[in-house]
Nanobody
Framework: QVQVVESGGGLVQPGGSLRLSCAVT????????MGWFRQAPGKQRELVAT???????NYAISVKDRFTMSRDNAKNTMYLQMNSLKPEDTAVYYC???????????WGQGTQVTVSS
């Protein structure tokens, strides 16, 4: 069982920045893939960004060039740096962990991000 805990959400003005953290209870360097998803009210959960074991990242078009994923293997923590935030980025952000292709994936409880003036 993998525990996944997100943090770092909050209220920010348009154009501002936030950094989300996702702490896990396993060796993050061994994880097959991790990702950030978000769900806005009344909408389906959508993919924001992913990172593979090898460090390759992939971003949704809507956040590309504004958001950046990174990992700190020593802390078993993944980050999502969000810059130039827009009101449409408002959502609950979830961290997803897939330890291997054959294992179940694990989700955190989510952290609220609100972009508003």
């Amino acid at each position: 069982q993998v525990q996944v805990v997100e943090s770092g959400g909050g209220l920010v003005q348009p154009g501002g920045s936030l950094r989300l953290s996702c702490a896990v209870t396993v060796n993050i360097a061994s994880i097959y893939a991790m990702g950030w998803f978000r769900q806005a009210p009344g909408k389906q959960r959508e993919l924001v960004a992913t990172i593979t074991r090898g460090g390759r990242t992939n971003y949704a078009i809507s956040v590309k060039d504004r958001f950046t994923m990174s990992r700190d293997n020593a802390k078993n923590t993944m980050y999502l740096q969000m810059n130039s935030l827009k009101p449409e980025d408002t959502a609950v952000y979830y961290c997803n962990v897939r330890p291997s292709p054959l294992q179940d994936e694990f989700w955190g409880q989510g952290t609220q991000v609100t972009v508003s003036s």
